[in-house]
């Protein structure tokens, strides 16, 4: 099968430019950046957990800027309430009436940064926001604009002083993704880069505009999935519900969540049709945060990552046709 013209050209190039930008100032992570803008195009919401220092908040800001919408950073702190994050009703003086004031979650991409560091009641009020893309303020709901995408940082080594999301909040994230330590070659690059102050995060241009972000996401959409791989997806997210060391496996959110993504990773690569490969290659960004591990499991040091790659590898594979 030869690759659309559709997909191949403008959605190509929009991607490629996204990635290339980005890469402007992420030196040396081409994969956590293409799965970054893979998760901007599934219209979903992306979670980077990893230690500090490693760019976390550098890729979020940098995929903000570049796609020329409006974005907002919310810096989650103990005290931040909800209203913070949604908005609040105040009262207007002049007019005699309630004014509704945006909260940060009222931006195409909004940044926040350090969640598990804000309260349960806090996280909760993003729920909404990331499901159903509006917000709900004294009984009167607010749509958001289209692309909307929370793209949330957290630190997994430092836990004292943070609340850990629970899986509710986990499972409205498509993707977790973790950026890990960049090659020797490519540290040394950010070395002379940005040692002398040059390609800065706010030094970024734009390369796409929102519109551009919501055609595209709908493009990658119309990608098609032949019936046997929707199969397979359905059969690893049964296997994850049976494996002996997991106590929850994935949901059908989850399994509707690897359909979204390997539609805008097969788009990135310039296909109008999903492979087994595109499916491989997000699982483990879209499913391993959505796995719980069973206490025995935990007790024997088994990681999600071990038990998803037996799944994958207990799950044939479908064949060419079908």
């Not at 195409?108 to 969640?115: C, S, T």
């Not at 509006?134 to 692309?147: A, I």
């Not at 498509?174 to 490519?186: E, F, I, N, T």
């Not at 030094?203 to 990658?220: H, I, M, N, Y």
Request: proline residues 6%.
């Amino acid at each position: 099968m030869e690759p659309a013209p559709e997909v191949r050209q403008p959605f190509g190039q929009l991607f490629d430019a996204l990635l290339a930008n980005v890469e402007r100032v992420i030196q040396g992570k081409r994969q956590a950046v293409h799965l970054a803008l893979v998760c901007l195009f599934a219209e979903g919401h992306l979670l980077i957990e990893d230690v500090p220092g490693v760019g976390k908040t550098s890729m979020a800001k940098a995929i903000a800027a570049s796609i020329g919408g409006t974005w907002r950073r919310v810096q989650f702190t103990p005290d931040l309430l909800p209203s913070d994050v949604t908005g609040v009703s105040v009262w207007n003086r002049q007019t005699n009436e309630f004014e509704f004031r945006p909260g940060g979650v009222f931006a195409h991409v909004l940044l926040a940064d350090e969640i598990n560091r804000a309260s349960p009641k806090t996280q909760s009020a993003l729920l909404e926001a990331m499901e159903e893309h509006q917000v709900t303020v004294d009984s009167r709901t607010y749509r958001l604009e289209r692309p909307f995408m929370v793209i949330a940082t957290q630190n997994p080594i430092e836990l004292e002083g943070t609340y850990p999301l629970p899986e509710a909040q986990l499972d409205r994230f498509l993707m977790r993704v973790q950026m890990g330590y960049p090659a020797r070659d490519s540290e040394v690059a950010i070395l002379e880069t940005h040692g002398t102050g040059h390609e800065n995060v706010e030094e970024l241009d734009a390369v796409a505009s929102a519109d551009d972000v919501v055609a595209g996401a709908e493009l990658a959409a119309t990608v098609h999935v032949a019936g046997n791989l929707k199969g397979y997806i359905v059969d690893v997210a049964e296997a994850t519900r049976r494996h002996r060391d997991l106590a929850l496996g994935v949901s059908p959110r989850g399994a509707l969540a690897l359909q979204r993504a390997a539609r805008a990773l097969a788009a990135s690569l310039g296909r109008e049709y999903v492979v087994p490969d595109d499916v491989k290659r997000v699982a483990s960004a879209v499913l391993e945060h959505r796995l719980l591990l069973s206490p025995d499991a935990q007790l024997r040091g088994v990681g999600a990552h071990d038990v998803l790659r037996s799944v994958l590898a207990s799950v044939p594979v479908p064949g060419a046709t079908g």
